[in-house]
């Protein structure tokens, strides 16, 4: 594979060529006209604020490059050792403020000399280093020293490369920094190249290294998890070390996800305080590295997983790392999950920075599982019309001889038996209800027993002649080969073609074993773990560039499979299969920190549910699945005529407030953490006029009230009208009051007994 060809240099602003499509393309820029940009020049001037811009300077003088961009301020240099020396990352430094030019750190003795201990943006193994790398090669005489030093820079508006060389052999590596006007995230990369007459084995590779101000008492905030229990987030002091975030898995994985927050201990809350925080854009095996050095440095390095990890580079061929993103907020942890929300929606998912709302979804597994056919399907459609779906899902079950789980995978046809006429009947079925029609598939997957396993048994991962371990009766397929690559366009190109489909739930429901890549050299099977990602998101752009209306969600097994690499080509996520509304409070409160409720997909299923056994009413699973993007898989043939009424008129209740909840700033107000009894979360409008509140209550006790909500994030001097969509207010509550009083009084909701749930919105109104 010419790596060479896929990674080529930026040729124009804007150009990117990236690890994860391995195609060129266009990243998403803020467009202004020009007197928008007259204006975000003078008027912040004028009036002391920040211009909605950003900037890179470069003084030549001094060898300083300062990136500013919405409330951050992120400033390198070029010491007197040629590194690319960290200066100042954090809040908005003044346009006068200045640095001197700057000198490496002495080192604190001959055992942590200066390399290890002097701030550096991107360093190699070599030279005397001990601190985690960001680059290490082996060279084919044994050589494993690589000390890299400043060549050269380039400036295109928001974007800065550095390109760096080896002090003797001909490697390169290529730095590149952009960053997003709206939010201040700042977007790092690196590119290796060999310009040699000799193979080199990359034996590691990072995006950078992120390097926080000095201090003793971080906090690091980061999101573990298991299948059905993901999302949980965690806290822990920064100790003189190490701290390594991981998945070996083969893809991102719910045991660690790939973000991460610091903060200084006891000084923040939820909206006030520094926090710098990042999440890694890549959906293989990663691996993020929090260390504290031995002068209490913090430096936050990550990039694919370094474990098994050897790819081979060819004379000319380059190799790009994934984007890792980093932020700074000055409003607490709130704060820096706004930005992270903002960000995502405006620069990184499908249609960016105007992504569509999510439709209010059914699927149709509960209600049917394996036993799927045209006419219990269309049934299913009639009923979720009736409630006002505008999305139907038929899951599992439609194609092969795809009866349980035990086979089928790989083969997709549509099972005549299932659908004698071809899925055309059911879809049009669907359209003539108001709806668009959706389908599951699986395809990186392969059951054993499948037509394509008999015929292709070398297309799975395996090692000649070891065992072929199963996850739930499958294989994997080896995306990393042309000829799979292709055949899993093929089919689904062809399904599209055939068929007025809108939208693919994706599905991986397992992870890798025996990795091996027995058709390639031996030296070069490593190269599955980079590869296969490649061949995954080439698939996935291809497939959206010639279906652009068709949507994606990406699911593995729930929140397997989230990270910002797949949400560029993925309209929403699967967060858990976990549906208990109960459980999905600490669920998507854990997800949120990360990511945007606007592509968290939350499902009302029956009740009870199949995890607790937990009786929950309707009420208050919708309730809870109001707070993302709103879908149903409840099993509707068993629900009484109040059920659906009662569905009718909670989702026409979202559709008011879904807006706000999928594109505003969401406030957690009460936290559902450490076994609290109760769940706040308000979303407040971008143009801060209108807010929706939703409020839980696990059990109430000895006749103490719910607690007052103090809300967040509304205009003081503003007068806003409440109204409970569903669940009491209290009797004393004003119909109308300022921003102020919302925000200093508070409301009081009427909340008693076990799991009961309320929603009320607040309203601009000038009467």
């Not at 394996?370 to 139907?392: H, M, N, T």
């Not at 099977?525 to 279906?547: E, F, G, M, P, T």
């Not at 109001?626 to 008129?649: C, E, R, V, Y």
Request: net charge negative.
């Amino acid at each position: 594979m010419n790596v060479g060809a896929r990674t080529r240099m930026r040729q124009r602003s804007g150009d990117y060529f990236s690890f994860a499509t391995g195609k060129p393309g266009r990243r998403p820029r803020s467009v202004f006209l020009s007197w928008v940009v007259l204006l975000g020049l003078i008027l912040p001037a004028l009036a002391g604020a920040q211009p909605n811009m950003a900037s890179i300077h470069f003084d030549e003088q001094t060898r300083v490059f300062r990136i500013d961009a919405a409330a951050m301020s992120y400033v390198i240099g070029i010491n007197e050792n040629k590194q690319v020396q960290t200066l100042y990352w954090g809040k908005r430094l003044s346009a006068g403020d200045t640095f001197a030019a700057p000198h490496s750190d002495p080192g604190l003795s001959s055992f942590d000399s200066s390399i290890n201990t002097t701030r550096l943006d991107f360093v190699a193994w070599g030279g005397g280093l001990y601190v985690e790398p960001d680059l290490k090669v082996t060279f084919p005489d044994g050589n494993r020293d690589l000390v890299l030093q400043y060549v050269s820079h380039t400036i295109e508006g928001d974007h800065l490369t550095i390109l760096l060389k080896d002090i003797s052999r001909d490697v390169y590596v290529r730095l590149e920094y952009e960053a997003d006007a709206g939010t201040g995230v700042l977007r790092r990369s690196a590119q290796v190249q060999n310009r040699t007459s000799a193979p080199l084995v990359v034996e590691q590779i990072a995006s950078g290294t992120w390097n926080l101000p000095r201090s003793s008492d971080y906090r690091l905030r980061y999101l573990t998890g298991r299948w059905a229990g993901e999302w949980n987030l965690h806290e822990q002091l920064i100790q003189p070390g190490k701290t390594i975030l991981e998945s070996r898995r083969g893809s991102t994985g719910e045991q660690n996800n790939p973000w991460f927050a610091l903060d200084q201990n006891g000084s923040n809350d939820q909206d006030h305080g520094d926090v710098w925080f990042g999440a890694l854009g890549w959906s293989g095996s990663w691996q993020i590295s929090i260390e504290q050095d031995e002068a209490q440095q913090i430096r936050v390095t990550g990039g694919p997983n370094t474990f098994d990890f050897g790819y081979r580079l060819a004379p000319g061929e380059h190799l790009q790392s994934p984007d890792f993103y980093g932020g700074y907020s000055h409003e607490g942890i709130g704060g820096a999950s706004r930005l992270l929300h903002r960000f995502e929606l405006s620069s990184i998912v499908p249609h960016a920075p105007n992504p569509k709302l999510r439709p209010v979804l059914y699927n149709s597994w509960e209600a049917t599982e394996f036993r799927v056919d045209e006419a219990g399907q269309e049934a299913l459609a009639e009923k979720a019309a009736s409630i006002g779906v505008e999305r139907f899902v038929v899951d599992d079950g439609w194609f092969g001889q795809r009866s349980s789980d035990h086979a089928g995978l790989g083969d997709w046809y549509v099972n005549p038996v299932k659908f004698p006429h071809g899925l055309k009947p059911l879809i049009d079925k669907v359209h003539f209800l108001g709806m668009d029609f959706g389908l599951w598939v699986e395809p990186e997957m392969v059951n054993p027993d499948s037509d394509l396993y008999r015929k292709h048994p070398d297309w799975v991962l395996n090692f000649t002649g070891r065992p072929r371990s199963e996850g739930r009766n499958q294989l994997m397929l080896n995306l990393a080969r042309p000829d799979v690559r292709e055949y899993v366009f093929q089919f689904l190109d062809k399904l599209l073609n055939e068929n007025d489909i809108a939208f693919l739930k994706w599905d991986y429901n397992r992870n890798w074993s025996e990795p091996g890549w027995p058709a390639v050299a031996p030296e070069d099977q490593k190269r599955v773990y980079v590869d296969y990602v490649h061949n995954l998101y080439s698939i996935l752009a291809q497939l959206r560039a010639k279906h652009p209306r068709v949507e994606i969600e990406s699911c593995s097994g729930g929140g397997g499979r989230v990270d910002l690499g797949v949400m560029r080509y993925a309209d929403q996520v699967w967060p858990s299969d976990n549906t208990d509304a109960f459980d999905r409070l600490l669920i998507q409160d854990g997800f949120t920190y990360a990511y945007a409720p606007g592509v968290m997909m939350a499902w009302v299923t029956d009740s009870p549910s199949w995890v607790n056994q937990r009786t929950l009413s309707l009420e208050y699973r919708f309730v809870s699945s109001m707070q993302g993007s709103l879908g149903i898989g409840a099993n509707l043939n068993n629900w009484k005529p109040g059920d659906f009424a009662t569905a009718k008129k909670m989702v026409e209740q979202y559709k008011q407030i879904r807006e706000i909840v999928q594109r505003g700033s969401l406030y957690r107000l009460i936290s559902p953490q450490n076994g609290s009894e109760h769940s706040v979360t308000e979303s407040v409008s971008n143009d801060q006029d209108s807010a929706v509140i939703f409020a839980f209550l696990h059990s109430s006790q000895m006749l103490y009230p719910f607690p007052r909500i103090y809300l967040r994030g509304l205009k003081p001097d503003t007068m806003y009208r409440i109204a409970a969509l569903d669940g009491k207010l209290s009797v004393n509550t004003p119909e109308v009051a300022s921003g102020s009083f919302w925000m200093q009084h508070g409301v009081d909701v009427e909340l008693r007994g076990d799991f009961q749930a309320a929603v009320f919105t607040l309203e601009m109104t000038t009467h």
